[in-house]
């Protein structure tokens, strides 16, 4: 049996026009990592939720500095 063992990024580009979904556009421009593990007969597909955090406070923390520096159109 193959086994699976990857880790990739989904990149939510857009929400289609007029979808009146706020949070999908919300995402639109995010990376949502996640991971595909098991037999290739029956993949277990999950988000990673530790790295996603980790993107989301570094993110946080970048915004932070600029707004405190004066620097919010880098």
Known sequence: TRMMNYRMKAEILDTPDGSGDDELAD?????????VK?????????????DL???EA???????LRKLFGRDND
Do not use: N, W, Y
């Not at 995402?27 to 991971?35: D, E, M, Q, R, V």
């Not at 570094?58 to 932070?64: H, K, P, V």
């Open 53 to 55: 955090l980790k993107q």
């Open 27 to 35: 995402l639109a421009g995010k990376s949502i990592p996640f991971t």
């Open 58 to 64: 570094q993110g946080a923390l970048e915004r932070g």
């Open 38 to 50: 098991g037999p290739a007969s029956s993949p277990k597909v999950k988000v990673d939720l530790e």
